[in-house]
């Protein structure tokens, strides 16, 4: 089995930072992209940022030039550093991971953290 655990999330002023963390563990073989999406009441779920295991990144318009994504493959650890925080960066943030575990090593599948509140107010 594979579980992600994710931390760091919390209250923040406008123009304040945040750093999230998720850790994947269990029976992992391979972990290719992880990213990181963000969703708030009753809207769809939204990308934010992805890395590759390459180390190659993508980010959302909205995000670009504040928010970096980063990885440690030893530590099957992915992290959101949030910096210069605005009111409409609050939601709750998931991350995900495609893992190919040992039970199947020919084929990644898409695994979520539990989700982590992030709220931007003054």
């Known amino acids: 089995q594979v579980q992600l655990v994710e931390s760091g999330g919390g209250l923040v002023q406008p123009g304040g930072s945040l750093r999230l963390s998720c850790a994947a563990s269990?029976?992992?073989?391979?972990?290719?992209?992880m990213g990181w999406y963000r969703q708030t009441p009753g809207k769809e779920r939204e990308l934010v940022a992805t890395?590759?295991?390459?180390?190659?990144?993508n980010y959302a318009d909205s995000v670009k030039g504040r928010f970096t994504i980063s990885r440690d493959n030893a530590k099957n650890t992915v992290y959101l550093q949030m910096n210069s925080l605005k009111p409409e960066d609050t939601a709750v943030y998931y991350c995900?991971?495609?893992?190919?575990?040992?039970?199947?090593?020919?084929?990644?599948?898409?695994?979520w953290g539990q989700g982590t509140q992030v709220t931007v107010s003054s």
């Open positions: 995900y991971q495609a893992i190919a575990s040992y039970q199947d090593i020919s084929s990644y599948r898409d695994y």
């Open positions: 890395i590759t295991r390459a180390g190659r990144t």
């Open positions: 269990g029976s992992i073989f391979m972990i290719n992209t």
